[in-house]
Nanobody
């Protein structure tokens, strides 16, 4: 049973940066396409970045050019580097297996809170 564990969130000023980590426990994710989601208060969950097992990436228009998704298969971990942060990036960030081609998601983590405020 694979569980996701997100970390790295915090409070940052507009224009700042954070690096989120998502470690998988209980299984290997190196062959999985993985995604980062976020959920802001009062809004629907948004898929912000995706990475295939081969390392191809794509991004939501709202974060393109500012966020970078990457993975370290040796550490069984996926990352989200977030630069030029804006107040509208404030949300709880989660990661999981990409379900869009029919794969079942893993057990969800608690997410990591990102707050962008001056």
């Amino acid at each position: 049973q694979v569980h996701m564990v997100e970390s790295g969130g915090g409070l940052v000023q507009p224009g700042g940066s954070l690096r989120l980590s998502c470690a998988a426990t209980g299984g290997i994710i190196s062959m999985d396409a993985m995604v980062w989601y976020r959920r802001a208060p009062g809004k629907q969950r948004e898929l912000v970045a995706a990475i295939t097992s081969g390392g191809s990436t794509n991004y939501a228009d709202s974060v393109k050019g500012r966020f970078t998704i990457s993975r370290d298969n040796a550490k069984n971990t996926v990352y989200l580097q977030m630069n030029s942060l804006k107040p509208e990036d404030t949300a709880v960030y989660y990661c999981n297996r990409d379900p869009r081609l029919g794969a079942r998601v893993y057990y969800w983590g608690q997410g990591t809170q990102v707050t962008v405020s001056s």
